[in-house]
């Protein structure tokens, strides 16, 4: 009996130890996609910014030239 208790004990402990690794992966992928969202907004940001620099570069050649 005690071979039984204890191969019921491992499996409670097993079957706790899947559900705990379940939502510890549920929640890294829901952080994986808000590093993803972060990101993609990141990059977008620094187009609008590299944007907005090229153009005051370019007004600023120009009036270079004007004068």
Same mark, same amino acid.
């Given at each position: 009996?005690d /071979?039984?208790q204890a191969?019921e004990s491992t499996?409670? !402990?097993?079957i706790?130890?899947? +559900?705990? &690794? !379940? @939502? ?5 992928? +829901? ?8 990101r993609?907004? &990141?990059? /977008?940001?620094? @187009?609008v910014?590299?944007?907005?620099v @090229?153009a005051?570069?370019n007004r600023? /050649?120009g009036?270079a030239?004007? !004068?």
């Amino acid at each position: 009996m005690d /071979k039984l208790q204890a191969l019921e004990s491992t499996v409670e !402990s097993l079957i706790t130890r899947c +559900q705990q &690794l !379940s @939502e510890d992966n549920r929640a890294l992928r +829901q952080q994986e996609a808000d590093w993803q969202r972060e990101r993609q907004r &990141l990059i /977008k940001n620094n @187009e609008v910014a590299r944007t907005r620099v @090229e153009a005051m570069i370019n007004r600023l /050649k120009g009036l270079a030239q004007d !004068s």
